[in-house]
């Protein structure tokens, strides 16, 4: 009987790595062109912004609560960047500083507003989602920016001289290790299981809740600036739908909507998970609605497991 | 008193992949009686009681209902055979009124349309068939008191002509008058040939409203008696193996100086001036009814809730907590009453739960990283000198019994060197040798110093425990009573003299 417990409970654990597993399995067969070093390369390219969206989307949701605002935010920053270097004449340390800015800020509006004012992060940052929005929509009048040059370009080759790539491995493992080594990560989950509990052990939770969308507001404002750095343009709308894949990839990756339960890891194995299925309906040529389809579709399933 | 039984279970076996769960036990339940199934928590009680209302399936023995093999696979047919369980949480809908609820499943008796009026007056009948004029069909469920809500638990049952009824517990969510008014439910149910099954950890009320007492242990049937031949030491020891002069275990501890002092605290309309004060090694009791204004008290001191004047006065200093961190800083520790909402972070592993107050211990406090190595030493030490029974401390607090859940929870207060521990009933549904267990605890938390106060609604543990009882009521303190004067009398006196 043990042994079957445990069978269940490691499936139960583990899921969403089966699941990458045999995504990746059934991919390479379907496609001759999946397993090539120039798609797979393309994969983590693409997929930078989204993880860091989704990882940024866990802690909200590991708090007990969501972030729908991370699309406008995305917009937002990107604009505000594009802006400052076309038109004020910002270097790259600006831009990023202008960045992080958008982000804490943002992050702060929600996580106040969510924490202090004792309303639910839904309603919360469903709000700040067309605030947001709507506020890049005047600076930038509606239209896209273009920034003359190529120093987005080379930000996206080489930050910091080194490939995004690489610079998003080690802030995954960051975040893997903050999660499991820091009072912050343990506390997070705490907040997210039982509020009151945590509360009546000394621990000020709102603190935690502005925190999480903190990490998420900064978190995006990168994937923002992430994102027009590869086209050099941006607009107010640049990162719409983001929310809903981030979603995806949090309950993907396990992560429970009521709070308390979520690993960062699973998390961007969820993402990519999600770029898998996107990317092999491309190589085999699925029309881009029919995909919208069967992705959502795939999504229904994969979390159904969980429910076995 | 004749012969016949209205329900029999004989010899029920059930096991759960290779652990048995029962093994022969038998019930025999008489038309028209109470009978109470006792046993301590993970004895079966649950698991006999949900085969009889079909959620399990038995593995052998056999069903009788009136004399008569009945066939019981599902909860359908359980409750064909009119066998209703009325579980702690009920299962009302909070949104829908006391009518709508009691006929819930045949809201238009079979036509197309509901008929209101006859919906109403039939829930009138029956809710005045029970004496209970003052409940309106009308009434939102939700915002009835839940005694109340049992009453319509209990009514939706009897509409289906329910004739056996199961009661998990039923009195411990319900204050001291509810408790009564419930028994006189059961005693008018009884009189009407309703045959009832009830389940409590409270000898004192089995001992009041039950006329038969079956004891299950360890998954086996023990003994049934009749209440009129057995007295309560008896019954422990049949319970649990183990005599019930054990059951308040006697301390030695110095009593020192004062630790916390409070004066004229006013917190709300449930705290008016109270005053007290409790000294190191000394278990201080707090009695009175559900809404004297205990737990409100202890709240507003340890800054879960606004103090709106008075002093308080901590280890020499004065103090005043504007948030249960900075108690919980200054060493002061509270075990809510409410352990799933307040105390446990249920789906979080056990080693989680007890580090939660104290993770300063385990961490590098500059940086905040959490050593778990030391982490899962520290854990390890700390529950076991509470001597409670885990697989493994990675699992969640959630798959522990009732008494070790509790034990986590304390665990908590325990590990952050609590100087003043303030226990909101402590062995609110736990069973007795883990009752037994967290009185011990509290007698080493005395015997090392710790000021301990006890907020108790069972009289008798708040006798056999404490060194001085205080009494309130309406938010007031109405007296105080040295542990001389311990009498179930003298603390039913004080209570009602406002």
């Known amino acids: 009987m043990t042994k079957q417990f445990n069978l269940k409970r490691f499936l139960l654990n583990y899921n969403v790595f089966l699941i990458f597993g045999i995504l990746f399995i059934v991919c390479s067969f379907a496609s001759k062109n999946f397993l090539l070093p120039v798609n797979l390369l393309n994969i983590g390219l693409q997929q930078c912004y989204p993880i860091f969206v989704a990882i940024g989307m866990l802690f909200p949701i590991i708090i007990g609560t969501i972030d729908l605002s991370v699309g406008s935010i995305m917009g937002f920053t990107a604009s505000v960047v594009c802006m400052s270097i076309s038109q004020g004449n910002a270097n790259l340390p600006m831009a990023v500083g202008i960045t992080l800015l958008t982000g804490l800020l943002w992050g702060m509006v929600n996580g106040v507003i969510v924490a202090y004012c004792n309303m639910p992060g839904f309603v919360v940052t469903l709000a700040t989602l067309t605030i947001i929005k709507g506020i890049a929509l005047v600076l930038t009048k509606g239209s896209t920016v273009r920034v003359e040059g190529d120093i987005l370009l080379n930000l996206s080759k080489r930050a910091f001289g080194y490939p995004v790539i690489i610079i998003t491995i080690i802030v995954i493992i960051l975040f893997i290790l903050m999660q499991r080594y820091t009072t912050f990560g343990r506390i997070i989950l705490a907040v997210g299981s039982n509020r009151n509990a945590v509360e009546l052990s000394g621990i000020r939770s709102k603190r935690y809740i502005v925190a999480a969308y903190i990490i998420s507001g900064v978190m995006s404002a990168f994937a923002g600036l992430w994102l027009c750095c590869r086209t050099s343009t941006a607009s107010a709308v640049l990162g719409k739908g983001s929310e809903l894949n981030a979603v995806a990839a949090c309950v993907l990756g396990g992560a429970s909507l009521s709070g308390g339960r979520g690993s960062v890891l699973k998390v961007v194995t969820g993402a990519l998970c999600i770029a898998m299925i996107g990317n092999i309906m491309n190589l085999l040529g699925v029309g881009a609605y029919t995909q919208e389809i069967i992705q959502g579709v795939l999504i229904i399933f994969a979390v159904l497991l969980y429910g076995i | ?498």
């Not at chain 2, 039939?122 to 915002?143: H, K, M, Q, Y």
């Not at chain 2, 020499?316 to 907590?321: D, K, L, S």
């Not at chain 2, 001389?484 to 009602?496: P, R, V």
């Open chain 2, 1 to 498: 008193m004749q012969d016949s039984y209205k329900l029999e279970m004989h010899d029920i076996t059930k096991s759960f992949g290779g652990v048995k769960a029962l093994s022969g036990v038998s019930l025999r339940v008489r038309k028209g009686e109470i009978h109470a199934l006792l046993g301590e928590n993970g004895a079966g009680k649950s698991t006999l009681m949900k085969i009889l209302s079909g959620a399990y399936k038995r593995d052998g023995g056999e069903i009788l209902i009136d004399g008569k093999t009945a066939k019981i696979d599902s909860p359908k047919e359980s409750k064909d055979n009119g066998i209703a369980v009325i579980y702690q949480e009920l299962m009302l809908a909070p949104d829908l009124t006391v009518a709508e609820n009691i006929f819930i499943d045949n809201l238009a008796s079979g036509s197309a349309f509901i008929n209101w009026k006859k919906l109403k007056d039939e829930t009138r009948a029956l809710l005045d068939s029970l004496g209970f004029n003052d409940i309106s069909p009308n009434a939102v469920c939700g915002e009835l008191s839940v005694a109340y809500q049992q009453v319509v638990e209990i009514c939706k049952n009897l509409s289906r002509n329910a004739d056996v009824l199961v009661l998990d517990e039923p009195t411990s969510v319900l204050t001291f008058k509810e408790t009564e008014h419930l028994f006189e439910i059961l005693n008018r149910l009884k009189e009407q040939g309703i045959s009832i099954i009830y389940i409590s950890h409270r000898l004192e009320e089995i001992f009041r409203i039950c006329d038969t007492i079956t004891v299950i242990k360890d998954g086996a049937y023990v003994d049934t008696v009749r209440v009129g031949d057995i007295d309560k030491e008896h019954l422990v020891h049949l319970m649990v193996g183990r005599k019930m002069t054990d059951l308040y275990p006697k301390r030695r501890a110095k009593i020192g100086e004062v630790v916390l002092k409070a004066e004229d605290i006013c917190a709300g309309p449930s705290v008016q001036k109270v005053s007290f004060e409790v000294h190191a090694g000394e278990i201080l009791g707090f009695s009175g009814l559900v809404g004297a204004g205990r737990t409100e008290t202890m709240r507003a001191i340890f800054g879960a809730d606004k103090m709106e004047s008075g002093k308080v006065t901590y280890l020499g200093e004065e103090v005043h907590f504007k948030n249960s961190r900075d108690a919980v800083r200054r060493k002061l520790g509270m075990l809510s009453e409410d352990r799933k909402s307040e105390g446990l972070l249920l789906n979080q592993s056990i080693r989680i739960n007890t580090t939660l107050a104290s993770l300063y211990k385990v961490t590098d406090t500059t940086h905040n990283i959490i050593f778990h190595k030391k982490e899962k030493e520290f854990v390890k030490n700390i529950l076991g000198t509470l001597k409670t029974k885990y697989a493994s401390a990675e699992h969640d607090v959630s798959s522990l019994s009732g008494g070790n859940q509790q034990k986590v929870a304390l665990s908590k207060w325990i590990a952050a060197d609590c100087k003043c521990i303030i226990f909101d009933e402590p062995t609110r549904g736990v069973d007795v040798g883990a009752k037994m267990e967290i009185y011990n605890i509290m007698n080493e938390c005395a015997m090392k110093g710790v000021a301990v106060i006890m907020i108790s609604s069972e009289m008798p543990e708040l006798i056999g425990m404490c060194d001085r009882v205080i009494i309130m009521s309406k938010g007031r303190v109405v007296g105080e009573l040295q542990r001389s004067e311990l009498t179930e009398d003298n603390m039913i006196k004080s209570a009602m003299e406002v």
